[in-house]
């Protein structure tokens, strides 16, 4: 979320996400986690085999990713390559969580990186709902 101090001259300043800003419940976002008609045409687009690969390996990338940040040591360039790869797998709140984390980057701060894990957690168990084999198989 991005204020607009108007006190001299107009600044923006990244705001983390508290329960105040953000519909959610603890770390339990309460928006859809996955854009489902995403999924199903880029499925149409490349067709089932390809679309399994394509979806254990960017389960794998995204885990291998997140896994190797430390608090400090991502960049706002790190998220924006998440955000990315989370929208053209239609991961919505993944997308919001990075655009959070590169924001708050771009402002000079370190990103809450324990949030855009929980948020890939989360979406990773929704993905798991309708496609089990290809998360298990990642």
């Known amino acids: ?10 600044r923006l300043r990244v705001l ?7 519909p959610s419940v603890g770390k339990e976002i309460l928006m859809n986690l996955i854009d ?3 999924l199903a045409t880029l499925r149409e687009d490349i067709g089932p085999e390809s679309f399994d690969d394509i979806v254990m390996m960017f389960v794998t990338e995204m885990r291998d990713t997140l896994d190797r940040f430390t608090r400090g040591s991502e960049t706002a360039a790190d ?6 790869s989370a929208a053209n797998m239609g991961l919505v709140a ?11 980057c771009n402002a000079g701060f ?12 989360q979406s990773l168990a929704e993905l798991e709902t309708r496609m089990p084999a290809q998360i298990e198989a990642a």
């Open 110 to 121: 370190a990103a809450d990186i324990e949030d855009v894990k929980a948020v890939f957690r």
């Open 1 to 10: 979320m991005l204020e607009i101090e108007t006190s001299r001259r107009p």
């Open 36 to 38: 489902w008609g995403r």
């Open 79 to 84: 998220f924006h390559f998440l955000k990315g």
């Open 94 to 104: 993944m997308v919001e969580a990075c655009a959070r984390a590169e924001e708050t």
């Open 16 to 22: 983390q996400p508290t329960p105040d800003t953000v």
